[in-house]
């Protein structure tokens, strides 16, 4: 009888871990983390700031609830070709394992509970959370087997991050100028394109059986896409200078900034001369570490006014 129960018990068990792990892929918990952490940098780069634990942990636990939503809802209208491709396969809704109702009711109730939270900070981070979400999950997703305009429409709500963080410390009647949120807003909005069009690249065989159309060319990973991803790695380089020229943070960041934005026109320039999937993942890697090292050098060089 103990054998019995303590069987049934491990099974319950094992089932509560799968299904957790379940909904970790459903809202695509590492992605959702790196979107979140530029919302929390953000946030305590606005100048009336400071660290305050309790807020920066309702603020990423927000994050996460709409971030979340928005991977669900993507995860469900892209079930189908989701299923096409080896890295996307094992999802719990393309593999069968969750239904698209259940996966439903988890983005209706996530993106409800997350822009509650959000709205606490302020009504403008509450209203452009759920733009954000909307934009991802009803215009970008279906976008990408159409156009590879779909790249340049999800810019948006993959910076928009940014902006909300900034505008969540316009709170008790405190209201800064938007500014430092719409630059920083504008280094993830370009900072997206070198990194994107790197996945792409080397993940263009699987896009393409899924009827994706990500990147700038029609033909694939071409001349053209390599010199798309030099010339936006370009525009970075005086947008990394505009953190310091609006007294959001210091010296020391702007070159730690520009030494990033060097390297990335390096990176893909090198993409353009070999033209190999080598090179686009150095692209590719490099964006990973970028945000990391760039908005953690303005953080630690914040300009307290």
Known sequence: MNEEKKITTNSTSFVLASKVKDYFLLIKFTLSFMVV??????????????????????????GILITGSANAINQILEKDTD??????????????????????AFAGITATLGCIIMYSFSTEAAWLSLLSLVLYGFVY????????????????????????????????????????????????????FPHFWAIAWVAHKDYSTAGFKLLPSD??????????TI?????????????????????????????????MVYTSIMLFLRMDIPSARKVMFSSYFYLMIVFLSLYADKIKL
């Open 231 to 263: 010339m936006y790695s370009a525009l970075m380089i005086p947008i990394g200078v505009l953190p310091y020229m609006y007294h959001i943070s210091g010296n020391v960041s702007m070159w730690i900034l520009l030494g990033c934005n060097l390297f």
């Open 83 to 104: 299923a096409l491709m080896k890295r996307t396969a094992n999802r719990p809704v393309s593999s069968g394992r969750m239904s698209s109702h259940e996966a439903w």
């Open 141 to 192: 997703t279906p976008l990408k087997k159409i156009n590879s305009i779909a790249v340049l429409v999800g810019a948006i709500p993959g910076a928009l991050p940014c902006l909300i963080g900034w505008v969540a410390s316009f709170r008790d009647g405190n209201e800064n100028s938007w500014t430092g949120g719409w630059i920083l807003f504008a280094i993830q909005f370009l900072w997206q």
């Open 37 to 62: 952490f530029s919302t929390v940098i953000s946030y305590l780069l606005a100048p009336n700031i400071s660290f305050n634990l309790i807020e920066v942990l309702l603020l990423f636990v927000g």
């Open 219 to 228: 033909k694939g990973p071409t001349k053209f896409t390599a010199i798309q």
